[in-house]
């Protein structure tokens, strides 16, 4: 066990200070990629704000079918016009997504895991490079169970993929993973987002915390937030708001748009947040007027 006693504690984060080593691509810490790692990222982050509208419905890979998720086939044509990327498993892309749909592709990589585990940190790298060529993958979503039983499998496979991806650019997105024992602290993300970045990623996914602009400007890649449990739309809203306002490139949302009564009308209020500056009040009253 390392001397955690020893540790001096961080803190000096420049929170006002921009991201220095941005001449050149607007993608953070994408300065010195290759042009189609470039390419694929701004299929991801709109190159106007910056930001990213990510919609997550990859919960079948461990959970089966999902309250809101019953029929992809349905619900993907409506979201994609307010939808950014689509961040899904490759059978749910394959059968239910037509490719005529332009959206950017995150594609979950690791598997293995299911619901009815008590453990759900062991999983394997259960895509390959080639497939994800071939789905014209914008990027590769490996999870990692930082201080869970299976982390250093987690770590394996995440540096498994970015290796592939790095041989033929196609970026990694590093899914920060939390259980019902993990901790959901500033101290836990600083931790487990810096690792996933300094693993190699092109960008992290995590949560919301205290502090949360400091976990943002301590990672040196751009960070995309998840919207966990089903919250009212208001304070869904809040949470996007919140988190762009300290520095999120983006949401990657799933639960809070899939099973909201209006999930077409909550995708794009998310996307007037994430791009268009309203905040959570001016994108709530946006939100009621459509659905109203
Ligand atoms: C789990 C994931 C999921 O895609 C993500 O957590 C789902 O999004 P939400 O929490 O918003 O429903 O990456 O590993």
Not at 235 to 247: E, R
Request: proline fraction near 3%; charged fraction near 25%.
């Amino acid at each position: 066990m390392a001397d955690l006693e020893g540790l001096k504690v961080a803190k000096d984060y420049h929170i006002d200070t921009p991201f220095a080593n941005q001449d050149g691509f607007y993608v953070k810490g994408a300065n010195s990629l290759d042009w189609g790692m470039k390419r694929h990222l701004a299929n991801i982050f709109n190159p106007k704000s910056g930001n990213t509208v990510m919609f997550a419905f990859d919960h079948g890979y461990f959970m089966g079918s999902t309250a809101g998720l019953e029929r992809l086939d349905l619900l993907l044509p409506k979201l994609a016009p307010y939808v950014d990327c689509f961040m899904g498993t490759r059978g749910a892309i394959r059968t239910c997504l037509k490719p005529e749909y332009t959206n950017a592709i995150a594609l979950r990589v690791t598997s293995g895991s299911s619901m009815v585990q008590a453990d759900l940190s062991h999983e394997v790298v259960a895509v390959d490079i080639e497939d994800s060529i071939r789905m014209n993958a914008d990027c590769m979503a490996s999870q990692v169970f930082i201080g869970a039983d299976g982390q250093l499998s987690s770590i394996d496979n995440l540096s498994k993929v970015i290796n592939a991806g790095m041989r033929y650019s196609v970026p990694t997105l590093g899914v920060c993973a939390v259980g019902k024992d993990m901790e959901r602290t500033d101290r836990f993300f600083k931790l487990a987002t810096r690792i996933i970045a300094e693993m190699g990623c092109q960008m992290v996914k995590t949560y919301n915390c205290e502090n949360f602009e400091e976990v943002v400007a301590a990672c040196p890649v751009p960070i995309v937030v998840a919207g966990g449990k089903k919250l009212a739309e208001k304070d869904a809203l809040t949470l996007a708001y919140d988190v762009i306002s300290k520095g999120a490139r983006g949401v990657d949302m799933g639960r809070n748009i899939f099973q909201s009564q209006h999930p077409v009308e909550m995708a794009q209020a998310v996307h007037k947040v994430v791009h268009e500056g309203f905040t959570d009040k001016e994108a709530y009253e946006f939100y009621e007027d459509l659905i109203h």
